[in-house]
């Protein structure tokens, strides 16, 4: 920074400024006369993060890229280009900088310390009211860029979550489909073999009754303990081995699957020749494993839909926003979906504790979504990566259907409980959140003439949101 000569033509350029229109020419002047002429070299800083703001910057010449450090990479926040005002403004609470402002070119300002800003109150209320305009709109338009932010960040966490969703049963379908691919090109052969045995109409009856009771009856089998199936197959193996049978290693780990014992073998062998057993084995071992793969593929093409259902309830993707009779439920439910990649990811023990009798309320599903996303969002951030437990509630209250999230963390320390549904306040470090999560809660309940309140203490902490019925 270089301070200079103050020149003649410097009350022409504020008039230049569509901001000091019907300010006076002596309100101008006492501002010239009361600031520091400056000149700031191309790619230096005009401002740094943590610098303390004490000064009003009137930018007559040139302009400045403002960038912000985010996990160790810059990002650009906007440009400023004369004519511009920046710095601490009359009546604001900036303390310091928040980020670094570097010069695009030779810049030109005028510096006016904060200590002159009672003085200005009581020489222009005009200058001064021109002045308070650039900070509303600044914090109108900062605001703006915060919740932009949020919605931003609230998308990746839901995108990355739902990738990961997603991927699981894409990956199955086509694993499964593969396999089945191998596996029919084998069908014709052992079909072939089956046929050629020419065993008798009753007895192919008596196998498909069979195979066809097992296909139904096996989902409904209680699941075998390791030891339980390891005697399974070893029994199934022997007897498999006693009567001739080929290819036994990949029959025992299919028969085992579907739950098969040495009495449906023998049920089998009765009706058909022994040298007809092999081949029919085998044939009935083909359609459990396509049986498998199919049902396989069927789990996660219906997962991959139920996911998309989700996402259509959680975006009301199908509606007009509007007031309407809305089942919380389902919201809590697809927002549920859509973080339980974060809820895997950290090992959290997920507990709904959810009412029968809940009515509907009216309200907009979508911004419901957002309350439920940024309470649930916030609780999860809270927890450790082991032994986080989090709990959501629904019960009805009077004339008021209430949801609390609950969860172990560490709570939220009593000093600034008052303060977290403020605006921009956040406990976490830079780049990590905007602090307009619990705004938008708070303005979304408002909205709905609803309420939220917050018990907090080390191991159980619990935000409230109640919305009146009618």
Not at 91 to 119: I, P, W
Not at 333 to 344: D, E, F, G
Request: aromatic fraction near 6%; charge should be negative; hydrophobic fraction near 40%.
């Amino acid at each position: 920074m270089k301070k200079i000569e103050k020149t003649p033509d410097l009350l022409d350029q504020l008039r230049a400024f569509d901001l000091f229109e019907g300010v006076e020419d002596e309100a101008l002047q006492w501002l010239i006369d009361r600031s520091d002429y400056v000149m700031y070299p191309k790619d230096t800083p005009i401002f740094q993060a943590g610098q303390k703001a004490d000064h009003m910057q009137v930018l007559l010449r040139g302009g400045y890229v403002v960038r912000r450090e985010n996990k160790g990479r810059k990002q650009e926040l906007g440009m400023w280009k004369a004519p511009a005002v920046g710095g601490v403004l009359p009546f604001s609470r900036m303390k310091d900088t928040q980020a670094d402002g570097v010069c695009l070119e030779d810049t030109y300002v005028l510096l006016l310390h904060r200590g002159c800003f009672v003085e200005m109150v009581n020489i222009s209320y005009e200058l001064t009211q021109a002045l308070v305009t650039v900070m509303t709109n600044r914090v109108r338009d900062f605001q703006q860029m915060r919740l932009m932010d949020e919605k931003l960040m609230a998308l990746g966490k839901m995108s990355a979550g739902l990738a990961h969703e997603l991927n699981n049963p894409a990956s199955a379908m086509v694993r499964s489909s593969r396999e089945l691919h191998r596996h029919l090109v084998q069908t014709p052969e052992r079909f072939k073999a089956a046929i050629t045995m020419r065993v008798e109409e009753s007895a192919v009856d008596r196998i498909n009754e069979i195979l066809f009771e097992r296909v139904a009856a096996a989902p409904d089998e209680p699941e075998l303990g390791l030891m339980e199936r390891e005697e399974r197959s070893d029994d199934i193996n022997d007897w498999l081995a006693d009567h001739g049978v080929a290819e036994i290693a990949t029959l025992v780990d299919t028969f085992a699957d579907w739950h098969f014992t040495v009495e449906h073998l023998d049920r089998i062998a009765e009706v058909i020749p022994r040298e007809a057993l092999s081949p029919v084995l085998q044939w009935i071992e083909t359609n459990l494993t396509t049986e498998s793969l199919v049902t396989e593929i069927q789990a996660a093409s219906n997962r991959i839909a139920e996911l998309v259902q989700s996402i259509k309830v959680y975006s009301h993707m199908d509606q007009e926003p509007s007031l309407e009779p809305v089942d919380i439920h389902e919201g809590i439910r697809s927002t549920v979906t859509m973080l339980n990649h974060v809820l895997k990811k950290k090992n959290i023990t997920l507990q709904k504790k959810l009412a029968q009798d809940i009515p509907p309320v009216k309200a907009l599903a979508g911004e419901l979504n957002q309350v439920w996303t940024n309470l649930l969002s916030n609780a999860i951030d809270a927890l450790p990566q082991s032994g986080g437990r989090l709990v959501i509630r629904t019960f009805h209250e009077r004339d008021c259907v209430c949801v609390e999230v609950e969860d172990n963390g560490p709570g939220i320390p009593e000093d600034i409980q008052s303060r977290i549904f403020e605006p921009f306040f956040t406990t976490k470090g830079i780049g990590e959140g905007t602090g307009m999560g619990l705004d938008i809660v708070r303005r979304v309940i408002d909205h709905h003439n609803g309420s939220v309140s917050l018990s907090s203490k080390p191991g159980c902490t619990v935000f409230k949101v109640c919305f009146p019925v009618q």
